[in-house]
């Protein structure tokens, strides 16, 4: 989030979503530490969800960004050439990605856990 907040991630409405999303999963992670229970591991695997789409939709944004960039610069660019200079462009296409991971790792640590058990008739 540092990172972010250095780069000046925060020009547009869209560049805060990370931002936000990963002080949704700060808060989350504390209050989960905190006083766990159903109501906040439920919480916590919801904002692990949202990290996920959240990575997903800032990889479509950063790649289509570099696309635009790319035309800009030539225009004859198409198929794998153009692919190939947005995912190398000016704007990390993948770096997104880190968040969707976070997600996944946050909800692999759910999968387990002891307040994922549904009860039936008060028993685990």
Avoid at 46 to 72: K, Q, R, S
Avoid at 85 to 101: E, H, N
Wanted: glycine share 8%; charged share 15%.
């Amino acid at each position: 989030m540092t990172e972010l907040l250095l780069i000046d991630h925060t020009e547009t409405r869209i560049q805060w979503i990370p931002i936000v999303v990963l002080l949704a999963g700060l808060a989350s992670c504390i209050w989960t530490a905190m006083r766990p229970g159903k109501a906040s591991f439920r919480t916590f695997q919801a904002i692990m969800t949202i990290f996920i789409v959240a990575g997903i939709a800032g990889l479509y944004f950063h790649y289509a960004g570099n696309v635009e960039f790319a035309i800009e610069r030539d225009a004859t660019l198409s198929g794998l050439k153009l692919a190939w200079k947005s995912l190398r462009g000016a704007t990390p296409a993948l770096a997104p990605g880190a968040l969707a991971q976070l997600g996944l790792l946050g909800l692999a640590y759910t999968y387990t856990h002891p307040a994922a058990r549904r009860t039936v008739n008060g028993e685990s």
